[in-house]
Each structure stands twice: as C-alpha cells, then as structure tokens.
Antibody, heavy 121, light 107 residues
Framework: QVQLVESGGGVVQPGRSLRLSCAASGFPFSSFAMHWVRQAPGKGLEWVAGTSYDGSTKYYADSVKGRFTISRDNSKSTLFLQMNGLRPEDTAIFFC??????????????WGQGTLVTVSS | DIQMTQSPSTLSASVGDRVTITCRASQSISRWLAWYQQKAGKAPKLLIYKASSLESGVPSRFSGSGSGTEFTLTINSLQPDDFATYYCQQYNNYPNTFGQGTKLEIK
C-alpha cells in the first residue's frame, strides 16, 4: 500500500536551515507529482510546493519562494524540502502528499503523517 | 494568486442532519476543485475531486457541486464520524490554494 513517511523536522533558530525528507513506498514514485503542504498549529492547510514526476517542473507558494527548494531523488523514492532562512511563521507540521492518477491528477490523494518544524530562538 | 473563501467557518449540526459548506474562488477555476476532510491530529483525506466526483471509498452521503467560482460540499444524514474540519482546494492554477476550513461540530 502507499506509504509516505516524513522526517527531518525539529526545533531550529530563526534564519537557520532544515531539510525535510519524505520516503515513499508502495507505488512507482517516479511516475507521480509530489507536493509539500503545511499546517501551522491550530490553523488551516497551506500548500507549500510541488514538483512534477521527473523533477523538471517546480512550483512554490509566494510565502516560501526564494527560501524553500523542493527536489526529488527518484532512484531512492524520496522527496525533499530544503528550507533556508527559516522564520517563526514557518512553524508548522509539514506533510508530503502524492498526486492522484489520471482522473484525480492535481489532487492530493495520499498523505504522510507529517513532521513538525518549530522555528524559535 | 487565487483566493479560496469557505463559509461558514464553523457549523454546528446533529447526527442525521444535512449540511452544506460553500467555497468561493476569487476567479474562475472551472471544475478544478477538491474537498478534503481532516480529523484532529491526522492528515487530510480526499473526498471529492473535479468539483463533484466522489473519491473511491468515500460514502455516497458526501456530494459536491459547482463550477466557475462557486462550489458546495453537501453531507446528507450526518454520521458521528463526519464531525471534522473540511477544506476546499483549487488546482486550476499554481500556486494551489486551500480555503481556510470549515469546522463541523456536534450540536
């Protein structure tokens, strides 16, 4: 079955960097677009970034553009989010999510359990 | 960027009720709208895609409608398991954007 397992979260000081990983299994990872979505404590969902199946196309929310970089290693079925210049407002649970198939392409059909990033001095 | 506005923010209802949640887009998104359910401490779950198509395994009491800028999620005969927070998401354009969420509470 599809599994997405995020890791790399933790407590980091403002201005520092963190790299999140999402290990995928149970499906042909290199065939699907992938995304990161975050949720600040007690708040709603915010789409953060997405990448095409081959990593050639990447999109970002305005709030993270220029600071975060999404990437993937299809040989290791792993999605990454490099986060630089972290701010307190980046504190959130970060979820990785897989897009659906042809009919559900564009939607987020499978989600990991999330990893918590806390930006605080 | 396309803004998504959900209403109401909170909805109180009883088991067996029929409820409707509205989502409005700041510009036309055709039918590229999805609805998700999220329970406390859990990842969201896809319910509806392309405005009105039910995701596999989702009970038929859930339905979606709309196109352009106005969309609705309807839940018929509310069950105890349905009390959660619901989000709409547009995937017509990047950046994809979510509504702010509607919390469905037990009356």
């Amino acid at each position: 079955q599809v599994q997405l397992v995020e890791s790399g979260g933790g407590v980091v000081q403002p201005g520092r960097s963190l790299r999140l990983s999402c290990a995928a299994s149970g499906f042909p990872f290199s065939s699907f677009a992938m995304h990161w979505v975050r949720q600040a404590p007690g708040k709603g969902l915010e789409w953060v970034a997405g990448t095409s199946y081959d990593g050639s196309t990447k999109y970002y929310a305005d709030s993270v553009k220029g600071r975060f970089t999404i990437s993937r290693d299809n040989s290791k079925s792993t999605l990454f989010l490099q986060m630089n210049g972290l701010r307190p407002e980046d504190t959130a649970i970060f979820f990785c999510a897989r897009e659906g198939t042809a009919t559900t392409a564009g939607t987020l059909c499978y989600w990991g359990q999330g990893t918590l990033v806390t930006v605080s001095s | 960027d396309i803004q998504m506005t959900q209403s109401p923010s909170t909805l109180s209802a009883s088991v067996g009720d029929r409820v409707t949640i509205t989502c409005r887009a700041s510009q036309s998104i055709s039918r590229w709208l999805a609805w998700y359910q999220q329970k406390a401490g859990k990842a969201p779950k896809l319910l509806i895609y392309k405005a009105s198509s039910l995701e596999s395994g989702v009970p038929s009491r859930f339905s979606g409608s709309g196109s352009g800028t106005e969309f609705t999620l309807t839940i018929n005969s509310l069950q105890p398991d349905d009390f959660a927070t619901y989000y709409c998401q547009q995937y017509n354009n990047y950046p994809n954007t979510f509504g702010q969420g509607t919390k469905l509470e037990i009356k």
